[in-house]
């Protein structure tokens, strides 16, 4: 997440530092203490980053699994789903 009103952290510098790490960014619109004076924006961009990461995650898992069922060595579908099982398949 970028906070947009940073002067602690200045946005460019989390910009550049979520393009080096390969991160998608979420803009919230508010300063370094955001959590503070404005936690219901913090928290709606938190549930996108949540989102944009779980749902690639949720992508890379059932590609994975499907390939696994092409080759015959799916998980079974009583282990419960998680990083356990995530770790198993790839």
Same mark, same amino acid.
């Given at each position: 997440m970028v906070t947009l009103h940073d002067v602690v952290v200045p946005p460019d510098r989390q910009r550049a530092t979520a393009a080096a790490l390969g991160a998608p960014v979420i803009a919230v619109d508010g300063g370094h203490a955001v959590c503070l004076t404005d936690p219901e *924006? +913090? !928290?709606?961009a938190l549930r996108q980053a949540v989102e944009?990461? *779980? !749902?690639?995650?949720?992508?890379?898992?059932?590609?994975?699994? *499907?390939? +696994?069922?092409?080759? !015959?060595? *799916?998980?079974?579908?009583? +282990?419960?789903? !998680? &990083?356990?099982? &995530?770790?198993?398949?790839?």
């Open positions: *924006a +913090l !928290g709606t944009v990461v *779980a !749902g690639g995650r949720r992508e890379r898992r059932s590609r994975t699994v *499907a390939w +696994l069922r092409v080759i !015959g060595t *799916a998980p079974s579908p009583a +282990l419960p789903s !998680g &990083d356990c099982v &995530d770790s198993m398949a790839g």
